[in-house]
Each structure stands twice: as C-alpha cells, then as structure tokens.
C-alpha cells in the first residue's frame, strides 16, 4: 500500500494530461500520455480495490474521448477523491501529531 501511494505520486507528475485527450494533441504526445496513465492506473488499483480497471479503461484515449462528459467519468474521479478523502481524515485521527 505504501509503495502503491509513493508511486500514486511520482507518476501524478508524469501524468498531469491524463484526461486532456481531447484538447488537440498530435498522435505522438497521445500515446506517451497513454502509456503513462497506464502504469498510474496500476498502483490506482491497488490502493483503491474497488476502482477494479475504470483506471485502465480511462487511460485508453479513444474511449476516453467517447466517455467525456457522462456520469461514468463523474462517478470515476468522485470515487477516487472521496476515497483520498477518507483516507486523510482518518490518517489525521491516527497521527494527530503530523499536523504540527
């Protein structure tokens, strides 16, 4: 899980495009956005059981554009957070002191 969460991380910088498929980028930076969201989609799993292959199926950039703007992606990104949510609260409450 800790490794899950650190490599959530540094790929987070890598994958700052991740659902911006759409905006006009050439085939070249489509595919290396592709690869990248992939092995983020990886640990994303991980961490949130749950969240099953939505991640893998996401990062794909043909469904992606077929998939803006519906609920599925909605649903998505507000399970993700609320889940990032939840896990900082109750973090805080085990760790109190990490706020000073």
Do not use: E
């Not at 507000?78 to 109750?90: C, E, S």
């Amino acid at each position: 899980m800790v490794y899950a969460m650190i490599s959530i991380g540094l790929f987070g910088f890598i994958v700052w495009a991740q659902h911006m498929f759409t905006v006009g980028m050439d085939v070249d930076t489509r595919a290396y956005f592709t690869a990248a969201t992939m092995a983020i989609a990886a640990p994303t799993v991980i961490k949130i059981f749950s969240c099953g292959l939505n991640g893998i199926v996401l990062s794909n950039s043909g469904l992606d554009i077929v998939m803006r703007d519906t609920y599925y992606i909605v649903a998505y990104l507000h399970y993700a957070l609320r889940m990032g949510d939840v896990f900082r609260i109750l973090s805080v409450l085990d760790f109190p002191y990490l706020l000073v």
